[in-house]
């Protein structure tokens, strides 16, 4: 399985997911993918 290297649109952490879960967050439609629930939480306060 293949890793690709994201950056976190909250904290601008990199972080390693597998092409395999990005694919399945992305099948419905494009999501910023966070490196923790905690950043995804603090990103949608922000909004």
Known sequence: MEMITLKCPNCGKKFEISTED???KYQYGYVPIFCNI???LRFSEKR
């Open 22 to 24: 990005a694919r399945k």
């Open 38 to 40: 905690k950043c995804e």
